[in-house]
């Protein structure tokens, strides 16, 4: 009996070929400094360094997580060294890793994400760009540039023509008509789209009766986001033919299964990295046992395979 | 830092509501330093989600090998009290150690005085060992809400280490706050004194402020609900003096726990 060898992990996002479809999600794994200690980062597909902006960011003030229900929420205020730093301090340690560098950068306008995104693209070890829309326009009323297609298409379009290197744009859920939002990106010159980032939320301590965050709502993120993530990925991939990465609440094999189903070619591990961070590695391994139990060669197989029930 | 699954030991039960978690994990004791953390996980799914916090109150040893720890664990709410129910075979998920731990004083001549309120007591034995072997005099003053409250004075009283308590309702030791029996004891020593304290940031502030009037060194164990306890999503942020005279945050969870009080913002610059 012939052993089978084992199964190939690769995956193409567009023009970025990774080793597995395994990625560590922007904002959960900081600069990879400290997880490195736990993860062998060379086991993985990619890893989101946390969000840059042009100038270092102080973040909000504590208290910064409220855990909730099957998750937790965030208003850590883009807390980051700013790209500059970045590129100094943080970026030589990433470069010892045999995996993909994808930096997630925002700013507060248009003229800051084609800033960062210039900058990056002179960074050698960075292997895309993925936009952080969810965050306000302080030139446009301090709307997200996320929630509004005019907005989306004029920042991709910025941040394409300030760097060649492969672009992602990551999607915000709170949004009315995702399939419109997800072409914008694509018209504006996106590579590929994630999604989803995290979702507004709040909670309320009974005693003192204040919002248990400092700045009253933040982002929920956790397990409570994987249907949530799964049914806008499932929308995103009728209304465009991009590469697609999937994101939110994932913290099991099957997880990762699902969102390849339902067209994501990779996806991004994000909130597990804090209560399970050695789930990255492990997923890779129960993913590479799954393909051989089931005899695939290719995880192109899999993606976008979802077989849809007959309706009426 | 180690990621494991732990057998669970021992459970110990203090009183009705403190309990001692006792693992085997050579590597983890070996490692450990006092005033350092862990994080374990309160249940195997994900209610609750988030592991809970931790300091290293005991390194068990065999044949004096370091082959274990214990947690202390007060139960407060939905994690540890999911912790209480925990027993002796059960798994648990656990990483550590974590963060920066308690260094002796720097002058060797100097008493070490140790202030802890309630579960705040919990690194302290392990670190009055560290300074008795180190040929410091140690003191601990221990306050709690309730007797209940008053922990690791049986500890102490082991080590050979002069204890004062305090109950806020008087029901056991002095009547009042633990601060005011430092202050107490502070005026009548004359030589060097460096003070180390854990547990609710009121009292760790007024302690700050009777190091500070002295002139003496303070360091200090703080507090922040953590997400990820080793400095990855920045939940557990302190407001802290930096090298250019401005202020930044720290990380509670790795440049902390322990920090030298003398460094911190206890107001808010933006206040
Ligand atoms: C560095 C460090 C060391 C600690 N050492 C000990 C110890 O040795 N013994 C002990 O009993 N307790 C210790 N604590 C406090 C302990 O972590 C909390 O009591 C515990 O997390 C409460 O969890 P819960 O689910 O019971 O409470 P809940 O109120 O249900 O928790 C809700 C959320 O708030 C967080 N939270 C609540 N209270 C605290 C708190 N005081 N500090 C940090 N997060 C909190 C929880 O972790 C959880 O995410 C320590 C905390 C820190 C930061
Ligand atoms: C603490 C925290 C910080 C985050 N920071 C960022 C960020 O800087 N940029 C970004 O695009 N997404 C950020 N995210 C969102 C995650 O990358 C991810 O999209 C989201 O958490 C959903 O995935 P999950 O459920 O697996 O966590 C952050 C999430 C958390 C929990
Ligand atoms: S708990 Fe995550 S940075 Fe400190």
New binding site residues.
Partial sequence: MTERRPADLGVDVGSLRLKNPIML????VGYGEEIGELVDLSELGGI?V??LSLEPVTGNRPQR?AETPG??L?S?G?Q?VGVEAFVRDKLPNLRRYDTRVIA?I?GKTVQDYAAVAARLDQAEGVHAL?L?V?CPNIKEGGISFGTDPKQLHEVTAAARAATSKPLWV?LAPGVTDIGLIARAAEEGGADALSA???IRGMMVNVESRAPMLSTVFG?Y???G??PI?LYLLFEIRKATPLPLIG????NELEHVLQFMIVGACAV?????N?YDPTFSSRVVDELAQWCRNHEIDSLAELVGSLRLPRQG | MFEKRLTLDAVRFLNSRCFVLAFHAPEIARAARPGQFLMLAASDGIEPLLRRPMAVYQILESSGEPVGFSVLVERTGKGTTLMSKMQAGDEVAVLGPLGSSFAPPGDATAEAVLVMGGVGAAPFPLFARALLEAGHTTRAFIGGRTSEHLLCAEDFAALGVPVTQATDDGSAGHHGLVTAALTEYLSGCDGPVAIYSCGPTPMMRAVDSIASARGLPHQVSLEAPM?CGIGV???CVVPAVDEAGGWRYRRICREGPVFDASTLLWEHPDD
Avoid: D, H, R, Y
Avoid at chain 1, 268 to 272: P, S
């Fill in positions: 999600a922007s904002g959960t989101v946390k969000g997580i998750g937790m965030n850590i883009l980051n997630n925002w993925e952080n969810s990551k989803i980032n995290t982002g993120s956790g397990p986001l994987l993530a994101i939110g609440g994932i991004q591990i994000g909130t597990a804090f | 997400a999503c920045l939940s």
